[in-house]
Structures are given as C-alpha cells and as structure tokens.
C-alpha cells in the first residue's frame, strides 16, 4: 500500500520528466525535415542521358510514437496526482495542543497549511 508521503515525494520527480519529455516531444515535432522522408529514382531522357543515382531520406520521427510517449508519461502524472487527491480526501487527523483536541478530523490539506 502506497502512503501519502511517498506520493508526495514521488509526486515533484514525475512533474519533473513530464515537462521534459514534453518539451523533448514538441522540439522534436518542430523539425518538418524528422518528420520527412523521400525516395527518389531518375530516368534519363533516352538512351544516352545522364545517369542519376536514386536518392533517399528515411523518416527520423514518427509522430505516432512521439504521441505515445507522451501519452505514457502523462498517463503517470494522472495516476499519482489522482493517488494523492483520493488519498487527500481520506486523510484526517486531530491537532492536539498539551493533550487537549484542539482541531478534530482536520484534511491533510489544512494541516500542510498549518504547517
């Protein structure tokens, strides 16, 4: 079972490499010659002509991938954010002051903002 502070501590490092790996994606969708490729053969005009040799570029980046990467990275950032807000909803405590309960149930979200 996965505790809130292991989320949290989890949760910074996951922001993190999403935002690189989307800048990473965008720079590379940016670059039109990546995302080409050609494939060409000459003929000569007659029997005579100039022979030409074939010419090829491949396709560096297929944008199919670059989506999929994305989407696997954003689908992790999801899951912790969402792991952390149920988690959020669920986790209470009480603030006791010389052992007396000052603030019963409290969220976690107010106790950080106590903090």
Do not use: H
């Amino acid at each position: 079972m996965t505790k809130l502070n292991q989320i949290l501590a989890v949760e910074k490092g996951v922001k993190s490499d999403v935002q690189r790996k989307v800048t990473d994606a965008y720079q590379q969708i940016q670059k039109a010659p990546l995302l080409s490729g050609i494939s060409r053969t000459y003929q000569p005009i007659d029997d005579e002509g100039e022979q030409l040799p074939p010419e090829a570029t491949r396709v560096q980046v297929q944008a199919e991938t670059v989506l999929k990467g994305v989407g696997e990275v954003l689908t992790r950032l999801f899951d912790v954010t969402a792991t952390k807000d149920w988690a959020n909803c669920a986790a209470k405590a009480d603030v006791m002051v010389d052992g007396s309960v000052l603030l019963a149930d409290v969220p976690v979200t107010y106790l950080l903002f106590l903090e």
